[in-house]
C-alpha cells in the first residue's frame, strides 16, 4: 500500500478501523474463498432480507440526498440493466481486491467503487458495443496505475478531469464523506464478528457505490430521466 497522500482519505478514517475489525471482515475473507461461513452464535432475528433492504435503500436515500445537495445529481440515481450486468462480471475482481484494503483503507475499499462506476458509465456513453462483454473491463481500470490510484487514473484519463481540478476535488469531497455516512450507518448496526452479515453489508453498500459512481458520471455528461413521450 502507498502512503497516504492529500489525494487519498484522511488517516482518521483509515489506519486502525475498528469498524470492520469488529465486523471480522479480514478474517472472513478467507473463510468465504474456502467456501466456508463462520456465522456467530451470537445472531439475532435482525439478520432476515428485509433487514438489508432497509439497510441499502437507507444508504441510498442519504446518498442521494447529499449529491443533489451538492448538485451532482438532481434527486434521481441514473442506471441501466447494462451497469448491473456488467457490475456481476466486475464484482468477483474488485471486491478480491477491495477485502485487502479494509483494514487499512476501509473507506477506499468503499469508495473506489463510485470510480469503477464512473468508468462503466463512460465506457457505456462512448464505444458500448466494444466493452459490453469485453471480460477485462476491471483491469482496463486498475492496471494502468494499480487499484491504489484507480480513482485517478478513471478521473483523469477517462473523464478528462485533472487531478487538483475544482472538479475532481468536489467528486473526491463528495465521496469521501459519503464513505464516512456508510461506515458510520454500519457501525450502528452492531454487526457480528466473523459472519457473512458483516461481508453482506460491506458487499451491499460497494454496490451503491457502484452505481452512485455511474450515476455521477452520467448526470454530468448531461443526463436525466424524462417521462416517456417527452
Given at each position: 500500500?502507498?502512503?497516504?497522500?492529500?489525494?487519498?482519505?484522511?488517516?482518521?478514517?483509515?489506519?486502525?478501523?475498528?469498524?470492520?475489525?469488529?465486523?471480522?471482515?479480514?478474517?472472513?475473507?478467507?473463510?468465504i474463498?474456502?467456501?466456508?461461513?463462520?456465522?456467530?452464535?451470537?445472531?439475532?432475528?435482525?439478520?432476515?432480507?428485509?433487514f438489508?433492504?432497509?439497510?441499502?435503500?437507507?444508504?441510498?436515500?442519504?446518498?442521494?440526498?447529499?449529491?443533489?445537495?451538492?448538485?451532482?445529481?438532481?434527486?434521481?440515481?441514473?442506471?441501466?440493466?447494462?451497469?448491473?450486468?456488467?457490475?456481476?462480471?466486475?464484482?468477483?475482481?474488485?471486491?478480491?481486491?477491495?477485502?485487502?484494503?479494509?483494514?487499512?483503507?476501509?473507506?477506499?475499499?468503499?469508495?473506489?467503487?463510485?470510480?469503477?462506476?464512473?468508468?462503466?458509465?463512460?465506457?457505456?456513453?462512448?464505444?458500448?458495443?466494444?466493452?459490453?462483454?469485453?471480460?477485462?473491463?476491471?483491469?482496463?481500470?486498475?492496471?494502468?496505475?494499480?487499484?491504489?490510484?484507480?480513482?485517478?487514473?478513471?478521473?483523469?484519463?477517462?473523464?478528462?478531469?485533472?487531478?487538483?481540478?475544482?472538479?475532481?476535488?468536489?467528486?473526491?469531497?463528495?465521496?469521501?464523506?459519503?464513505?464516512?455516512?456508510?461506515?458510520?450507518?454500519?457501525?450502528?448496526?452492531?454487526?457480528?464478528?466473523?459472519?457473512?452479515?458483516?461481508?453482506?453489508?460491506?458487499s451491499d453498500?460497494?454496490?451503491?457505490?457502484?452505481?452512485?459512481?455511474?450515476?455521477?458520471?452520467?448526470?454530468?455528461?448531461?443526463?436525466?430521466?424524462?417521462?416517456?413521450?417527452?
Amino acid at each position: 500500500m502507498h502512503e497516504v497522500t492529500n489525494r487519498q482519505f484522511p488517516a482518521a478514517m483509515q489506519g486502525g478501523f475498528s469498524i470492520f475489525a469488529a465486523l471480522g471482515l479480514v478474517e472472513i475473507q478467507f473463510s468465504i474463498r474456502r467456501g466456508h461461513y463462520p456465522i456467530t452464535n451470537h445472531l439475532s432475528n435482525m439478520y432476515f432480507p428485509q433487514f438489508f433492504t432497509d439497510f441499502s435503500n437507507n444508504l441510498t436515500r442519504l446518498l442521494l440526498q447529499n449529491a443533489t445537495n451538492e448538485g451532482l445529481l438532481a434527486g434521481q440515481l441514473l442506471t441501466t440493466e447494462d451497469f448491473d450486468d456488467k457490475w456481476s462480471q466486475i464484482a468477483p475482481e474488485y471486491m478480491a481486491d477491495a477485502v485487502q484494503e479494509i483494514a487499512g483503507y476501509p473507506a477506499v475499499a468503499i469508495a473506489w467503487a463510485a470510480y469503477v462506476g464512473m468508468g462503466v458509465a463512460v465506457l457505456w456513453d462512448t464505444e458500448w458495443e466494444k466493452h459490453a462483454i469485453t471480460p477485462d473491463t476491471y483491469q482496463l481500470f486498475k492496471t494502468p496505475r494499480g487499484f491504489d490510484e484507480m480513482d485517478e487514473y478513471i478521473m483523469e484519463e477517462l473523464l478528462g478531469i485533472p487531478a487538483e481540478s475544482a472538479g475532481f476535488v468536489q467528486v473526491e469531497k463528495f465521496l469521501r464523506a459519503s464513505a464516512e455516512v456508510a461506515l458510520t450507518l454500519i457501525r450502528k448496526e452492531n454487526i457480528p464478528p466473523q459472519s457473512i452479515e458483516a461481508y453482506q453489508l460491506f458487499s451491499d453498500c460497494v454496490t451503491i457505490f457502484y452505481r452512485l459512481g455511474a450515476s455521477l458520471c452520467l448526470h454530468g455528461r448531461g443526463y436525466a430521466y424524462h417521462p416517456a413521450g417527452n
